[in-house]
């Protein structure tokens, strides 16, 4: 049986789309199962349908909690059988209740603990690293939970940067990575690799 992916967006859907190319070409065994986004007229949901994935928009204003939101989305998930919630590029707050508190992953385009928490998405992160003079970046694949940026770590992966790169060159040096890191940790769950215990992730 195929391994099947929820993806969550509110944007252009860059990630989704990489996931897209990762599975059309063989190095991701796994397939779309749905796409929801935040945004009704984000650019990622038009290539969503242009693709052929049940695309759905699932507004937050309609619902009057986190946790009246989340379940809209939770429950469109177990109607398309997903077995992994992955978050790309989603800027509303999405807490996983059952079966997908350990089957919902998100990606920060920063080294958690360091560039994270509320507020710190996007370019917002890059111009935080840039303005720091930090030597190093990355990105982070991470459970989610109920508070931003603060699940177990899954994956990393670390950029080197120059003092003459700009917050855009740090942006595209760590999406790079991006693009080799979710797949990884998709990965370790497609393989039963992985597992959490004591708030920190294992992996066989």
Known sequence: MTFRLGILISGGGTTFINLHDQIQGGYLNAEIACVVSSKSKAAGLQRAEEFGYPAHFIGRKKHDSDQSFSNAISALMLEHRVDLI??????????????????????HPALIPAFCGKGFYGMNVHRAVWAKSCKISGCTVHLV???????????????????????????????????????????????DRIRFQDGRSIIT
């Open 86 to 107: 992955v978050l790309a590029g989603f800027l509303k707050k999405y807490l996983p209740g059952p079966p997908f508190q350990e089957r919902c992953l998100n990606i």
């Open 145 to 191: 939970n109920a508070h931003y940026d603060d699940g177990p770590i899954v994956v990393q992966k670390t950029v080197n940067l120059h003092d003459t790169d700009s917050p855009e060159d740090i942006r595209r040096k760590v999406f790079e990575k991006e693009c080799e890191a979710y797949p990884e940790a998709i990965r370790y769950f497609i393989e």
